[in-house]
């Protein structure tokens, strides 16, 4: 009887059972884990492999050549934001075959929201176990729309400072979140996996389960806001790369023209530079250096206003508006 509490076994009303259990790293060889075997023999090569497993999997058999199994295991996270890949993430695995699903080192809260009655009801209801494997896995998509929503506040900031005023550290807040999206979307995809797998096992026997289109529906809207939230940090990219082409251009006109500006002041200052004796007005004091002075300052004048009229100056020196995104 202990060893049948350890396994935390529910009977469904359908004639199939839900077994849960968490086996930590020095236990795969526990009285509960050799109960499972002994009880269930085609989770044998299942159980030995899951000691090594490090890594999402799938797998689906045909050990009778008739009735399929479908095992594997997933990686998932419970946190809203993602700070460290692995520590944030947890591998929870699961057996399925025509009379029991079997469910090992699922998190604390998702266990405990399985066990509210609602969901319970609706797993234990379910007509197979594969169709209560899709009744957990659509509770644990909530963790992925929940991690999304937060993901879209703050791409939302991102887009706000990128619109008030577009620093250079924002391309490094926009890789964040390009990288944080790229972790989502990578959980996402063994979830979608599961869809074809199954298909693959139960033909069209899943296209008539409302578990299993349920899930499929709320993952088509998870893959939905991972496409659009793609194509909105693509844009983003973009939009910073052309700001900060537009800059360069600007940069380096403007640069152009004040060396365009100053040409004259440089060509009279190297004339009037040289260790010569027989320059005009070098000896003339202070008369001369103010001659040279004004010289300079109106060739200078006279070549900005001439450059200015031909137009290509254009908006260039133009003083900014204060709100502007350049």
Known sequence: MEVENQLRVKRS????????????????????VRRLRQNYPLTREWLDALP????????????????????????????????????????AHFFVSADVLVTINFDANTTRVMNQKDNEIMLLDCPRPVDGLFVLTRVILHYFRVGMDRFERNLRKVEELMKKRNRKYLMDRILSARFELLHWSNLFIPFLELVTAAREAYLEQMEDSIPF??????????????????????????????????????????????????????????????????????KQGLFGFALICGITLLTTAGFYIWIRAKGWTGDLLEVEEENSNL
Not at 13 to 32: C, F, H, N, R, T
Not at 252 to 281: C, E, H, Q, R, S
């Open 13 to 32: 009303g359908q004639g199939w059972s839900w077994i849960d259990l968490e086996v930590k790293e020095d236990e795969w060889d526990s009285p509960k």
């Open 52 to 91: 090594k497993m490090e890594s999402n999997q799938l797998s689906v058999r045909f050990p009778d050549g008739r009735e399929p199994i479908l095992y594997g295991s997933l990686f998932y996270s419970v946190q809203e934001e993602i700070k460290d890949t692995q520590a944030d993430c947890l591998l």
């Open 213 to 282: 289109r349920r899930f499929l529906y709320r993952a088509e809207r998870m893959s939905g806001l991972v496409k659009h939230y793609e194509k909105e940090i693509d844009t983003l990219i973009s939009i910073d790369d052309a700001v900060s082409g537009f800059r360069g251009n600007d940069i380096m006109k403007t640069l152009t023209i004040m060396t365009a500006v100053f040409t004259p002041a440089t060509v009279i200052g190297a004339i009037w530079g040289m260790n010569f004796d027989f320059l005009p007005w070098v």
